[in-house]
C-alpha cells in the first residue's frame, strides 16, 4: 500500500517520538559544574531517531517535541530555538539513507560520518538559527544569544559524540545485519 | 517519591473558558502570543498583561495546581532577564536612543533605558504565560488536536500530536518504573552522586526506554495500518465542537488586538514604544 506524504510508522513515530522527547527533555537534563551549561540525554536521542527514520520525522520530532516540552514545563516557546532542534533533527535526518541503520551496519566509517553531521547539525541549529532568531523575534542582544549558541554547540555536540554514538551502536546492533544468512551447502 | 504535578496538564472543570471551542482557545492563544511577541509597546503589554491575570483568576484555577511551574517559570525568567543585562548593559540606551543612567559602576552602569527596557520584556512573561498556562489547563489534549487540524495543519500531524500528549503519561510511567528498578539495583541518581556517576546511571533508564519505545512504535504502527489509518484525504474527529457565539466574540477580539497591534507598529516607528523621545 502506498500512502502519499507520511506513512504511517512515520506519524507514529512522530507521535511517541515528540513524547519521548518531552520526558527525557524533562527529566533527565544534568546539570554540570559549569554555570547554565546542562548535559541533555534528549538530543543523542533526536539524533538517533532521525537517523532510523529519516528528515522529515527528525524535523517534526524535533520541532513538535520541544514546542510541546516549553508549553508543558515553561508555559511557553522559543519559536526560534524549537525551530532550529527541527533543523537540528533534519539535518541527521539527512544522511539517515547512507547511514543504513536499518541493516544492522554502524562501523569505524558510520561512526565517524555521523559525527561529522552531527556537529555540522549542531552548529548549524545553535550558532545560526536560534541566534539568528532571538535577534529577529525577541529583539535580544547579539552577544548574549551567540554565547548561548556556541555553548548549547559545544556541550550538545560533545554528549552526542559520547552517548548519540552509543544509542546508535546499540540499536544497530538490534537488527539483524544484510547478507548474514547463508545459504547451507 | 515523584511528584505528579511536576508535569501540566488538562483539568476538567467548569466555566467559560471550559466551555469555549478548543479552535477558539488555540486561534486565541496564538493570535495574542505573538502580538505579545513582536511588539515591545508597554501600553499594550501593561493592558494584556492586567487582561489575562484577570481571565486566570475567572477560570478558578488553584494555586496548588501550578504553584511548582510558576516558581520554576519565575527562576527561569530572573536568569534570563541577568544574562540579558550581564551581556550587554547599554543595549537598552542602543534602542532608546538616549541614555539618563541611574548607578554609576564602569561595565555594569545601569540607565534608566536598559531598565525600561527590562521591564518590557518582564511584561512579555507576564502577558503571554498566564494564557498559555489557561489553554494547557482547560483543553482536551483530544479536542486540541482536532483543533489543530481545524486551523489547517494535516491531520496526520495532528494525530501524531494527539498520540504524543496521549503517551506522555504512559512514557512518564515507564520511566518512574524503570528508574526505580534501577535504583533498586543501587544506582545513584541523586544529587550526591559525582557527576560521571549520574551520567552513567541516568543513561541506565534512558536506554532501556527508548529500546522499548522504539518497539511500540512497531506495534500502534501495524494496529494502525490495520484500521487503513492515512488512505483518506480527511478524517473527522470523534470530540469536534461547532462554534457558538461566545467562541466568535473571542476570535474577533483577537483579531482586533492583533490589529491594535498593527497600529502600534505605525505610531512607533517600530516595534518599541519610546518615551524618551
Not at chain 1, 539513507?97 to 555521523?114: E, S, V
Request: net charge positive.
Amino acid at each position: 500500500m502506498k500512502t502519499r506524504g507520511l506513512s504511517v510508522k512515520n506519524v507514529v513515530a512522530i507521535g511517541i517520538g515528540s513524547a519521548i522527547y518531552v520526558i527525557l527533555a524533562r527529566f533527565t537534563s544534568i546539570p554540570t559544574p559549569i554555570p547554565n551549561t546542562n548535559i541533555e540525554l534528549v538530543f543523542p536521542f533526536l539524533a538517533l531517531l532521525a537517523a532510523i527514520y529519516g528528515a522529515k520525522v527528525g524535523f517534526a520530532v524535533g520541532f513538535i517535541g520541544h514546542a510541546l516540552s516549553d508549553f508543558i514545563m515553561y508555559g511557553q516557546t522559543w519559536w526560534s530555538w524549537v525551530l532550529a532542534t527541527g533543523i537540528f533533527g533534519l539535518i541527521i535526518g539527512l544522511s539517515s539513507k547512507r547511514l543504513d541503520l536499518k541493516n544492522g551496519i554502524f562501523g569505524i566509517k558510520q561512526i565517524i560520518f555521523f559525527n561529522i553531521v552531527q556537529i555540522l547539525a549542531n552548529a548549524i541549529a545553535w550558532i545560526a538559527v536560534a541566534p539568528v532568531g532571538d535577534i529577529l523575534i525577541y529583539s535580544e542582544p547579539a552577544n548574549k544569544v551567540f554565547v548561548q549558541g556556541i555553548s548549547a554547540t559545544i556541550s550538545n555536540g560533545i554528549t552526542i559524540m559520547i552517548v548519540g554514538t552509543l544509542l546508535l551502536k546499540a540499536y544497530a546492533g538490534t537488527k539483524i545485519k544484510k547478507g548474514s544468512l547463508r545459504k547451507e551447502d | 517519591m515523584h511528584d505528579e504535578s511536576q508535569i501540566l496538564g488538562y483539568q476538567p472543570g467548569s466555566g467559560f473558558i471550559y466551555q469555549l471551542n478548543a479552535t477558539t482557545k488555540l486561534v486565541f492563544m496564538l493570535l495574542v502570543s505573538a502580538a505579545c511577541m513582536i511588539t515591545y509597546d508597554t501600553r499594550f503589554l501593561v493592558a494584556i498583561g492586567i487582561f489575562s491575570i484577570f481571565l486566570f483568576k475567572e477560570a478558578n484555577i488553584k494555586w496548588r495546581q501550578i504553584s511548582f511551574i510558576v516558581k520554576f517559570i519565575v527562576a527561569f525568567m530572573v536568569l534570563n532577564l541577568l544574562f540579558v543585562y550581564l551581556f550587554q548593559p547599554t543595549y537598552g540606551e542602543n534602542i532608546y536612543h538616549s541614555k539618563s543612567i541611574l548607578i554609576h559602576a564602569g561595565y555594569f552602569t545601569l540607565t534608566i533605558q536598559e531598565v525600561f527596557y527590562l521591564f518590557n520584556l518582564l511584561l512579555k512573561y507576564v502577558c503571554s504565560i498566564p494564557i498559555v498556562l489557561l489553554f494547557l489547563l482547560t483543553t482536551n489534549p483530544s479536542q486540541f488536536a482536532a483543533s489543530l487540524n481545524r486551523i489547517g495543519i494535516s491531520y496526520k500531524i495532528s494525530y501524531a500530536v494527539a498520540l504524543a500528549l496521549r503517551y506522555i503519561p504512559d512514557i512518564q510511567n515507564s520511566y518512574w518504573a524503570i528508574s526505580a528498578a534501577q535504583q533498586a539495583r543501587g544506582v545513584e541518581l541523586s544529587k550526591k552522586a559525582k557527576l560521571s556517576k549520574r551520567i552513567k546511571g541516568t543513561l541506565n533508564i534512558v536506554m532501556p526506554l527508548i529500546f522499548t519505545s522504539l518497539d511500540r512504535i512497531d506495534t500502534i504502527s501495524t494496529a494502525m495500518q490495520l484500521r487503513r489509518f492515512g488512505s483518506k484525504k480527511k478524517r473527522t474527529w470523534y470530540v469536534a465542537e461547532s462554534f457558538n457565539e461566545n467562541d466568535f466574540w473571542i476570535m474577533g477580539l483577537a483579531v482586533v488586538l492583533v490589529l491594535v497591534v498593527v497600529l502600534l507598529w505605525w505610531l512607533d516607528h517600530g516595534r518599541f514604544y519610546n518615551p524618551f523621545v
